[in-house]
């Protein structure tokens, strides 16, 4: 009964989570039709979105394991497959021969960039937002994306917060990143830098 009453959506925080989940279940389903017209499968466009976006250092089997929370060979099968439909090739590292990166194709980068606005039904209704509310939201959902990686749900997290270049405020001044070396208040906050360098602890906000 307890464990009812914690999801139960009679008390604000449950009716919280249950949205939450609801948002998720939309996120899955306009994953999926987007794969669906490119003949892919969902993981395999997350793959090549995020081989789309990220730097090399990050194109890597065992980082791309870690980012989606599978095992390195089903990251390798699906690699494979993407190479076989021609959206990605595997180079070799210039400092080591014996690994490399995996890099996309013209034509993985063409298709990466049409099915990386597959979550455009949710950024619509968040873009009408107000100013106000959009920071407090962002604000929020920053907290319980912090809490999730200390707690090993989400393993990979490239957020300001966990990043070596991010320096809190310990007054009344905004916080500071030094790499960009401008000041952050929340909604400066990135929640997936290219050019995050992982803390050993995330910093809290």
Not at 25 to 31: D, E, K, T
Not at 125 to 140: C, F
Request: charged share 30%; proline share 2%.
């Amino acid at each position: 009964m307890e464990d009812f009453q914690f999801y139960s959506d009679q008390t604000t925080e449950g009716k919280i989570v249950a949205s939450l989940e609801r948002i998720s279940q939309a996120f899955r389903v306009l994953l999926w039709k987007k794969s669906k017209e490119f003949s892919l499968t969902p993981l395999q466009v997350q793959i090549l979105i995020f081989l789309f976006t990220q730097n090399e250092e990050k194109k890597k089997v065992s980082y791309l394991a870690k980012e989606f929370n599978v095992t390195k060979a089903t990251i390798s099968d699906t690699v494979k497959t993407l190479e076989q439909k021609h959206l990605v090739v595997k180079d070799n590292e210039a400092t080591d021969s014996r690994s490399f990166v995996i890099n996309l194709t013209e034509k993985g980068n063409k298709i990466a960039g049409q099915t990386s606005s597959f979550a455009k039904e949710i950024y619509s209704p968040i873009a009408e937002l107000s100013w106000g509310d959009k920071k407090n939201v962002l604000s929020s959902l920053i907290k319980l994306i912090i809490h999730l990686n200390k707690t090993g749900v989400i393993s990979v997290l490239r957020m300001c917060t966990t990043c070596s270049y991010y320096r809190p405020s310990d007054d009344e001044k905004k916080d500071h990143c030094t790499l960009l070396k401008r000041d952050l208040d929340h909604v400066h906050i990135r929640v997936d830098c290219r050019e995050h360098k992982m803390l050993d602890f995330p910093t809290t906000v």
